[in-house]
Every structure is written in C-alpha cells, then in structure tokens.
Nanobody, 115 residues
C-alpha cells in the first residue's frame, strides 16, 4: 500500500513563498502521475498541479506563473513551489496519486496566507 506524507505548509504573508513536499513510500512517481490538490473551507477540493511519470508538469490556470511542480530523480518525492502567494491560496494541500488499487491521498498540510 502506497503511503504519501506531505510537509512544508505553514503561515506565509501575501507575496511570500512556501515549498511543499510529498514523500511516497516507494518510487511511485517514477511511473505514476503525482498531483497536488487543495481544499479551502466550505469549498470543493480542486486540482492545483500534476506531474506525469515522464516528468511533464501541468498547473491550473489559477496558479499559473506562481506555482511550479517538480519531482526528484528517484521518483519518490514531488514538490510544489508556491511563489507570490495570495490569501485565496489558503487551503489544506493534499498530495495524491492513482494506483492499481485506487486513488491514494496524503494527510494534507495547511497553508495559510495572510494579507
């Protein structure tokens, strides 16, 4: 069973930066697409960024030009570099990947951006 553990969340000021990490229990991201999602209070969970097994990144329009997704060479960790943060980026951020037995989620990490 794949396990995902996020870290790097916290409190940032508007315009600041944070870097999230998601460590998998194996090199799952060397083959599988990894994704970052976020859920703000009373809102639906939304996709923020993905990176394919081959390393192709994609980000949502709402964060394009500010957020960057990447992964390590081993395929065990994916990152989300968040720059020029805005208060509307405040949410719990989740790492996820789709495996043969279903979608796996991390426990989430809180990001709070103050104005």
């Amino acid at each position: 069973q794949v396990q995902l553990v996020e870290s790097g969340g916290g409190l940032a000021q508007s315009g600041g930066s944070l870097r999230l990490s998601c460590v998998a229990s194996g090199s799952i991201f060397s083959l599988n697409t990894g994704g970052w999602y976020r859920q703000a209070p009373e809102k639906q969970r939304e996709l923020v960024a993905t990176i394919s097994g081959g390393g192709a990144p994609a980000v949502a329009d709402s964060v394009k030009g500010r957020f960057t997704i990447s992964k390590d060479s081993a395929g065990s960790t994916i990152y989300l570099q968040m720059n020029n943060l805005k208060p509307e980026d405040t949410a719990v951020y989740y790492c996820s990947t789709l495996t043969a037995v279903g979608r796996v989620w991390g426990q989430g990490t809180q990001v709070t951006v103050s104005s």
